[in-house]
T-cell receptor, first 116, second 110 residues
Framework: GAGVSQSPRYKVTKRGQDVALRCDPI?????LYWYRQALGQGPEFLTY????????KSGLPNDRFSAERPEGSISTLTIQRTEQRDSAMYRC??????????????FGPGTRLTVL | ELKVEQNPLFLSMQEGKNYTIYCNYS?????LYWYRQDPGKSLESLFV?????AVKQEGRLMASLDTKARLSTLHITAAVHDLSATYFC??????????FGAGTILRVKS
């Protein structure tokens, strides 16, 4: 289990339902990032944490989106009252230590969210 | 707002040929990443470029960074089919967040 893992890998939900997406970072990684990737595009930043502290949530599209990382490890991205425009691949990444010259963000496999 | 532009967006190459992918960005940054993504897969880190003039090479791929010109290049030497993938550059901004380009789809034909 060396990599970033995400669950579920696929989620189909009906408009108006809430969904929770989980990310399990690489063990010992300080930083955790959430991105959203539309088909044919590069990932777009949503939010990130150092340990349990949310450092930047400027990329969250609106207040239906929230994220937490209560114990500084696993993180959950929650989307309330989902809309069809929320359909996308949601990717999580983690990095060992921000500020290190060699620090790199390692991406998980993503959760494909489809809102009907 | 930081903009990251890649070109070309699609590249069809013959095996054995050389080509370069360009990544321009609009604001100051000292850290630039190149990622590879295979269809239906996650992003794989290829290079992290940390300073002006940085050059890194791995196999048939070589990446360079010119922070003054706000330009990075990914050079492909003697392409092989296994290099077919989508390549993204990403610029790190304040708070360690990455801003990605739209990606370059590379297809290497036999």
């Amino acid at each position: 289990g060396a990599g970033v893992s995400q669950s579920p890998r696929y989620k189909v939900t009906k408009r108006g339902q809430d969904v929770a997406l989980r990310c399990d970072p690489i063990s010992g990684h300080v930083s955790l990032y959430w991105y959203r990737q539309a088909l044919g595009q590069g990932p777009e930043f949503l939010t990130y944490f150092n340990y349990e502290a949310q450092q930047d949530k400027s990329g969250l599209p609106n207040d239906r989106f929230s994220a937490e990382r209560p114990e500084g490890s696993i993180s959950t991205l929650t989307i309330q009252r989902t809309e069809q425009r929320d359909s996308a691949m949601y990717r999580c990444a983690s990095s060992l230590q921000p500020g290190l010259n060699t620090d790199t963000q390692y991406f998980g496999p993503g959760t494909r969210l489809t809102v009907l | 707002e930081l903009k990251v532009e890649q070109n070309p967006l699609f590249l069809s190459m013959q095996e054995g040929k050389n080509y370069t992918i360009y990544c321009n960005y609009s604001t100051t940054s000292d850290r630039l990443y190149w990622y590879r993504q295979d269809p239906g897969k996650s992003l794989e880190s290829l290079f992290v470029l940390l300073s002006n003039g940085a050059v890194k090479q791995e196999g048939r791929l070589m990446a360079s960074l010119d922070t003054k010109a706000r330009l990075s290049t990914l050079h492909i030497t003697a392409a092989v089919h296994d290099l077919s993938a989508t390549y993204f550059c990403a610029v790190e901004v304040y708070g360690n967040k990455l801003v990605f380009g739209a990606g370059t789809i590379l297809r290497v034909k036999s």
